[in-house]
């Protein structure tokens, strides 16, 4: 009788929605407080990066540095 169950899969979680994965090179140091952050506010790391980077964005169209 075949599995019913497909094995489970290895890795990363496919993106959800409508969002890409986008790969970056940063200090370790940095993507480190990154996580904790996230972990701090019960959030995901990717999640936190698109705020930043949606933020940073606001700021640049606004003529800020």
Do not use: C, H, Y
Request: aromatic content about 4%; overall charge positive.
């Amino acid at each position: 009788m075949a599995d019913e169950n497909p094995p489970s899969r290895r890795g990363r979680k496919p993106p959800e929605g409508d969002k890409r994965q986008f790969l970056t090179s940063m200090d370790p140091d940095v993507i480190k407080a990154i996580k904790q952050a996230a972990i701090d506010k019960d959030r995901t790391a990717s999640d936190v990066m698109e705020e930043a980077a949606k933020q940073w964005l606001e700021r640049l169209r606004a003529g800020k540095k």
